[in-house]
């Protein structure tokens, strides 16, 4: 939701907080929650331990099956292969026709496994990892380039996308972040780009001559690039921009299985709109895919891509409202450097206003739910540990409600509902884990510095381990960052 | 559109025929307190920019079949309502309620803003503001808030997060499907207490343990009713009570997850009639953004919408005829098949009006036509409704929300949008 958020004004005196107390920040807010040990090992050099974890080849890659984009394309192709086949049989053998439906629905089962084993390995990434400043960032913007299983076809793709778009670019140059996910296969399925073609392109002639039907642009793309990915919707664009830059992306497609690249990025030229386009008051005279690059480049190095990206940059890692002093600084690096994204991340580190203690971060639920196994050194066993409780708390795997992302703030996740279920899963996890724990060590190990004598005091009153387990992480300290 | 009654005219008019404004005033006009505080509303939001041109296709229209190409629908397979206008096949319930005068289309509606991009126009929507960051409220949340010196109204959203439009001063319950609360546990005690000084987790944490013995109470409520063991059946010998049975509708449906929906809507009724139930409700649909192969997604997404409706019709039971239910996006989509079978984002759409408390009558607002020179920039349905007006008037009408708070607190800067009176 994009509610307004003000800016604090008359800000505080920018002085750091104790050596401690940045440990439990660096470990908690820039991280994703206290693994044991960790904010201890954080504590000589809180910002060193955060630089640290920034580096050009990317982020870490979660350990899966390792498919590629182009695997899931073929083993898609398959399967739809085998529906076709099941259901042009059902009038013949009853017998036959039935083995047919069970191979049809193992391999529908299969598919679904498939992207359920992708997400799993990523949350395990989260739990387990040493570096999760770096994590965090890297979900930063898997969130930013938002790709939802909306589609079938999508959904077996996220995993891939994130791995092969997003991860060995967070710590490089934005351009070469937005290319790469706008000419990603997922993405070009999930915002129907891989089959808009320019209504006078050569493509869209031969498709009318053969009485195919009317064969045309998908302007959604490229609306969402304009809007959420790059400059922002109050970047002044028109409806005319839209379409215009539609135009010059069209072409940008999936390779199919005929082809030289199956289900990978492919330009087709026949289906690019021929001649010149206008976007944002820029000309654009380039011939066939170098025309939505050089879009694409100049939206990257927009100014108003800076305020917009740097914005979320801010209101991911420190609030809701930040101040305004941090995201003009993080705004200046951005332009100075040409949108770096490592430099970017440093001068996040180097900023005082980050290191605010008081924490106004409300988790959301996945980090919630992972920053608790990461609490107790251990990772989620299984999908179905984790699945049930994010759909519950209304961040069901791989499904952002758009391609705006899932949202950031407060307001959204600390609903009633969703505090009540919070709990009932607490209640269920301590009573799993908390008996082989000792909850006022392991309070200390969560928020190190963070944590309040209230708390502190709440817990070493509990009854039983489950009950100051739970009251650990559903204290107020835990469920922010 | 007939121009509207309006309760002033009226009784104008009276006045100057010389009949009493006493008999005009006893019974439709005199909505005592008691009467009020039966009311309901409940604001269904479908996200992603529902096509109204498949809501309510304008077969009858003559551009129709040629704009939508490939996704048209014929007249034989729309639900009819007129000359000119159907329902979607999925929509089988809205139907039967249409023809029993229980529900009408305003097939051109949108909201002041044009940019055509969901975020906005969803903040325009659920704000009630002229345009996109005029407010950081929702007007469901406005309106408990200008309520809640006459008569404390509790508002409710269905979903484990809560919709902007629900969201501002007076803290609104939120509630989804889970297990229930242990009572025994002293957990949610000691919470509480922690709690106590956090402006953010306090209020909603309390709230969360109302509602959930509210949830408790209104599950087993229903399970006692006629009216949810209607809904939970599959058999036409349990048929509904009066003329109609939208329950048993479409088959299709429980394939689809149609009974997940219903037992929502059901539920969210079984809330609402409960002695200290929400009056005011806000539901959340997803999944409208229908760019490419949108004949089958439509048909899924409006066949939930459409099981929703069912099951809140049903939980509702004798409280139907106090309520009111609009479904409504936040644009619609291009009149023109794109080139992947699908729409682009679009201006106005169509929204749904239900409830027992509804007059009968036709379409809500001009039909504009699809004529080439009628679109709106030669592309989309041309609104001819302010949506802040239909919420005007059945916030003024239905609830009773005095006029200048409409005016000043809930629809600040509408007054272009005048309230469309006459509904209920």
Same mark, same amino acid.
């Given at each position: 939701?994009?509610?307004?958020?003000?800016?604090?004004?008359?800000?505080?005196?920018?002085?750091?907080?104790?050596?401690?107390?940045?440990?439990?920040?660096?470990?908690?807010?820039?991280?994703?929650?206290?693994?044991?040990?960790?904010?201890?090992?954080?504590?000589?050099?809180?910002?060193?331990?955060?630089?640290?974890?920034?580096?050009?080849?990317?982020?870490?890659?979660?350990?899966?099956?390792?498919?590629?984009?182009?695997?899931?394309?073929?083993?898609?192709?398959?399967?739809?292969?085998?529906?076709?086949?099941?259901?042009?049989?059902?009038?013949?053998?009853?017998?036959?026709?039935?083995?047919?439906?069970?191979?049809?629905?193992?391999?529908?089962?299969?598919?679904?496994?498939?992207?359920?084993?992708?997400?799993?390995?990523?949350?395990?990434?989260?739990?387990?990892?040493?570096?999760?400043?770096?994590?965090?960032?890297?979900?930063?913007?898997?969130?930013?380039?938002?790709?939802?299983?909306?589609?079938?076809?999508?959904?077996?793709?996220?995993?891939?996308?994130?791995?092969?778009?997003?991860?060995?670019?967070?710590?490089?140059?934005?351009?070469?972040?937005?290319?790469?996910?706008?000419?990603?296969?997922?993405?070009?399925?999930?915002?129907?780009?891989?089959?808009?073609?320019? %209504?006078?392109?050569?493509?869209?002639?031969?498709?009318?001559?053969?009485?195919?039907?009317?064969?045309?642009?998908?302007?959604?793309?490229?609306?969402?690039?304009?809007?959420?990915?790059?400059?922002?919707?109050?970047?002044?664009?028109?409806?005319?921009?839209?379409?215009?830059?539609?135009?010059?992306?069209?072409?940008?497609?999936?390779?199919?299985?005929?082809?030289?690249?199956?289900?990978?990025?492919?330009?087709?030229?026949?289906?690019?709109?021929?001649?010149?386009?206008?976007?944002?008051?820029?000309?654009?005279?380039?011939?066939?895919?170098?025309?939505?690059?050089?879009?694409?480049?100049?939206?990257?190095?927009? %100014?108003?891509?800076?305020?917009?990206?740097?914005?979320?940059?801010?209101?991911?890692?420190?609030?809701?409202?930040? %101040?305004?002093?941090?995201?003009?600084?993080?705004?200046?690096?951005?332009?100075?450097?040409?949108?770096?994204?490592?430099?970017?991340?440093?001068?996040?580190?180097?900023?005082?206003?980050?290191?605010?203690?008081? %924490?106004?971060?409300?988790?959301?639920?996945?980090?919630?739910? !992972?920053?608790?196994?990461? !609490?107790?050194?251990?990772?989620?066993?299984?999908?179905?540990?984790?699945?049930?409780?994010?759909?519950?708390?209304?961040?069901?795997?791989?499904?952002?409600?758009?391609?705006?992302?899932?949202?950031?703030?407060?307001?959204?996740?600390?609903?009633?509902?969703?505090?009540?279920?919070?709990?009932?899963?607490?209640?269920?996890?301590?009573?799993?884990?908390?008996?082989?724990?000792?909850?006022?060590?392991?309070?200390?190990?969560?928020?190190?510095?963070?944590?309040?004598?209230?708390?502190?005091?709440?817990?070493?009153?509990?009854?039983?381990?489950?009950?100051?387990?739970?009251? !650990?992480?559903?204290?107020?300290?835990?469920?922010?960052? | 559109?007939?121009?509207?009654?309006?309760?002033?005219s009226l009784l104008g008019l009276g006045a100057s025929l010389g009949i009493g404004v006493t008999f005009l005033g006893s019974q439709a006009f005199a909505a005592s307190e008691s009467d009020l505080a039966r009311k309901k509303l409940v604001v269904v939001i479908c996200r992603g920019g529902m096509d109204g041109l498949s809501v309510s296709p304008p077969v009858g229209d003559a551009n129709y079949a040629a704009l939508r190409g490939s996704i048209a629908l014929k007249p034989d397979e729309v639900l009819k309502l007129d000359g000119t206008f159907g329902l979607h096949p999925e929509l089988s319930t809205v139907h039967a309620l249409a023809l029993q005068g229980e529900a009408r289309i305003a097939p051109a509606i949108a909201s002041p803003d044009r940019a055509r991009s969901h975020f906005e126009a969803q903040d325009v929507l659920e704000t009630g503001a002229s345009g996109v960051y005029g407010a950081d409220t929702g007007w469901l949340n406005r309106t408990l808030e200008v309520l809640a010196p006459i008569r404390p109204v509790e508002g409710l959203s269905v979903g484990s997060t809560a919709p902007l439009i629900l969201r501002?001063?007076?803290?609104?319950?939120?509630?989804?499907?889970?297990?229930?609360?242990? =009572?025994?546990?002293?957990?949610?005690?000691?919470?509480?207490?922690?709690?106590?000084?956090?402006?953010?987790?306090?209020?909603?944490?309390?709230?969360?343990? =109302?509602?959930?013995?509210?949830?408790?109470?209104?599950?087993?409520?229903?399970?006692?009713?006629?009216?949810?063991?209607?809904?939970?059946?599959?058999?036409?010998?349990?048929?509904?009570?009066?003329?109609?049975?939208?329950?048993?509708?479409?088959?299709?449906?429980?394939?689809?997850?149609?009974?997940?929906?219903?037992?929502?809507?059901?539920?969210?009724?079984?809330?609402?009639?409960?002695?200290?139930?929400?009056?005011?409700?806000?539901?959340?649909?997803?999944?409208?953004?229908?760019?490419?192969?949108?004949?089958?997604?439509?048909?899924?997404?409006?066949?939930?919408?459409?099981?929703?409706?069912?099951?809140?019709?049903?939980?509702?039971?004798?409280?139907?005829?106090?309520?009111?239910?609009?479904?409504?996006?936040?644009?619609?989509?291009?009149?023109?098949?794109?080139?992947?079978?699908?729409?682009?984002?679009?201006?106005?759409?169509?929204?749904?009006?239900?409830?027992?408390?509804?007059?009968?009558?036709?379409?809500?607002?001009?039909?504009?036509?699809?004529?080439?020179?009628?679109?709106? =920039?030669?592309?989309?349905?041309?609104?001819?409704?302010?949506?802040?007006?239909?919420?005007?008037?059945?916030?003024?009408?239905?609830?009773?929300?005095?006029?200048?708070?409409?005016?000043?607190?809930?629809?600040?800067?509408?007054?272009?949008?005048?309230?469309?009176?006459?509904?209920?």
């Amino acid at each position: 939701m994009g509610n307004v958020t003000a800016s604090r004004k008359g800000d505080r005196p920018l002085s750091l907080p104790s050596k401690d107390m940045m440990a439990a920040i660096a470990v908690t807010r820039f991280g994703l929650g206290a693994r044991p040990g960790e904010i201890e090992a954080a504590k000589g050099d809180p910002k060193g331990f955060l630089a640290a974890q920034i580096r050009r080849e990317g982020a870490d890659l979660p350990q899966d099956s390792g498919e590629t984009s182009a695997d899931r394309f073929r083993q898609m192709r398959d399967f739809q292969q085998q529906r076709k086949k099941e259901r042009d049989q059902k009038d013949g053998q009853a017998e036959r026709a039935a083995a047919n439906a069970q191979i049809f629905k193992d391999a529908q089962r299969a598919l679904r496994d498939k992207v359920g084993a992708d997400f799993l390995a990523r949350a395990r990434l989260a739990t387990n990892t040493d570096a999760a400043f770096r994590e965090r960032w890297a979900l930063f913007w898997a969130n930013h380039f938002t790709v939802s299983a909306t589609k079938q076809i999508t959904s077996v793709l996220i995993g891939p996308f994130e791995r092969e778009a997003i991860r060995p670019n967070v710590f490089g140059s934005f351009e070469t972040l937005l290319v790469a996910s706008s000419t990603h296969p997922a993405m070009l399925t999930y915002l129907d780009q891989a089959q808009s073609i320019g %209504p006078d392109s050569r493509a869209a002639g031969f498709a009318t001559r053969r009485g195919k039907g009317k064969a045309g642009l998908n302007e959604n793309l490229a609306r969402e690039i304009l809007e959420l990915h790059t400059v922002g919707v109050d970047a002044g664009y028109s409806q005319a921009d839209v379409t215009e830059f539609a135009r010059a992306l069209t072409g940008f497609s999936i390779g199919r299985d005929a082809e030289d690249r199956p289900g990978q990025f492919v330009f087709r030229g026949a289906a690019h709109e021929p001649g010149a386009r206008t976007v944002m008051g820029r000309h654009y005279g380039q011939q066939g895919m170098k025309q939505g690059l050089a879009v694409l480049s100049d939206l990257a190095a927009h %100014p108003h891509t800076a305020r917009h990206v740097c914005g979320k940059i801010a209101r991911h890692f420190v609030s809701d409202a930040p %101040p305004s002093s941090l995201t003009e600084r993080l705004e200046r690096r951005w332009m100075q450097t040409g949108g770096d994204l490592a430099k970017v991340a440093q001068t996040l580190i180097d900023s005082p206003e980050a290191w605010d203690p008081v %924490p106004a971060k409300f988790k959301t639920p996945y980090e919630y739910t !992972l920053s608790t196994w990461r !609490l107790i050194g251990a990772e989620p066993s299984a999908i179905e540990r984790l699945a049930p409780i994010l759909t519950g708390l209304g961040q069901k795997p791989f499904s952002a409600p758009s391609p705006k992302g899932w949202a950031e703030d407060a307001q959204t996740w600390a609903a009633p509902d969703a505090l009540i279920k919070r709990m009932q899963w607490a209640q269920g996890f301590a009573a799993v884990v908390a008996d082989r724990t000792d909850p006022n060590a392991l309070a200390a190990e969560a928020l190190g510095a963070r944590l309040t004598p209230a708390v502190a005091k709440a817990i070493s009153r509990a009854e039983t381990r489950r009950e100051a387990f739970a009251l !650990l992480v559903m204290s107020p300290e835990f469920q922010r960052r | 559109m007939n121009a509207p009654l309006n309760r002033r005219s009226l009784l104008g008019l009276g006045a100057s025929l010389g009949i009493g404004v006493t008999f005009l005033g006893s019974q439709a006009f005199a909505a005592s307190e008691s009467d009020l505080a039966r009311k309901k509303l409940v604001v269904v939001i479908c996200r992603g920019g529902m096509d109204g041109l498949s809501v309510s296709p304008p077969v009858g229209d003559a551009n129709y079949a040629a704009l939508r190409g490939s996704i048209a629908l014929k007249p034989d397979e729309v639900l009819k309502l007129d000359g000119t206008f159907g329902l979607h096949p999925e929509l089988s319930t809205v139907h039967a309620l249409a023809l029993q005068g229980e529900a009408r289309i305003a097939p051109a509606i949108a909201s002041p803003d044009r940019a055509r991009s969901h975020f906005e126009a969803q903040d325009v929507l659920e704000t009630g503001a002229s345009g996109v960051y005029g407010a950081d409220t929702g007007w469901l949340n406005r309106t408990l808030e200008v309520l809640a010196p006459i008569r404390p109204v509790e508002g409710l959203s269905v979903g484990s997060t809560a919709p902007l439009i629900l969201r501002g001063k007076v803290q609104a319950a939120s509630w989804s499907p889970g297990k229930g609360v242990d =009572e025994s546990a002293r957990l949610p005690t000691l919470l509480q207490d922690l709690y106590k000084t956090d402006p953010l987790l306090g209020p909603a944490f309390a709230r969360g343990l =109302e509602t959930e013995t509210m949830a408790q109470q209104a599950m087993t409520a229903m399970a006692a009713t006629p009216a949810m063991n209607l809904a939970a059946a599959s058999t036409p010998s349990m048929a509904a009570p009066g003329p109609m049975s939208p329950t048993m509708a479409n088959d299709r449906r429980n394939r689809q997850g149609g009974e997940a929906a219903r037992k929502l809507g059901s539920t969210l009724g079984g809330f609402m009639i409960q002695p200290r139930g929400p009056q005011i409700a806000a539901v959340s649909l997803d999944g409208f953004d229908t760019h490419a192969g949108q004949s089958g997604q439509i048909a899924t997404r409006l066949s939930y919408l459409d099981a929703v409706l069912d099951g809140l019709h049903a939980g509702l039971g004798a409280e139907w005829k106090n309520t009111v239910v609009i479904a409504v996006t936040e644009f619609g989509r291009t009149a023109r098949v794109n080139g992947t079978g699908g729409t682009d984002h679009g201006t106005a759409s169509t929204a749904l009006i239900l409830g027992g408390a509804l007059k009968p009558g036709g379409i809500v607002g001009d039909w504009p036509g699809l004529a080439q020179n009628a679109l709106f =920039e030669n592309r989309d349905t041309a609104p001819t409704l302010d949506m802040r007006s239909l919420f005007k008037g059945v916030l003024a009408d239905h609830l009773g929300v005095d006029r200048a708070m409409l005016e000043t607190k809930v629809f600040p800067d509408s007054k272009t949008a005048k309230p469309l009176i006459g509904l209920v």
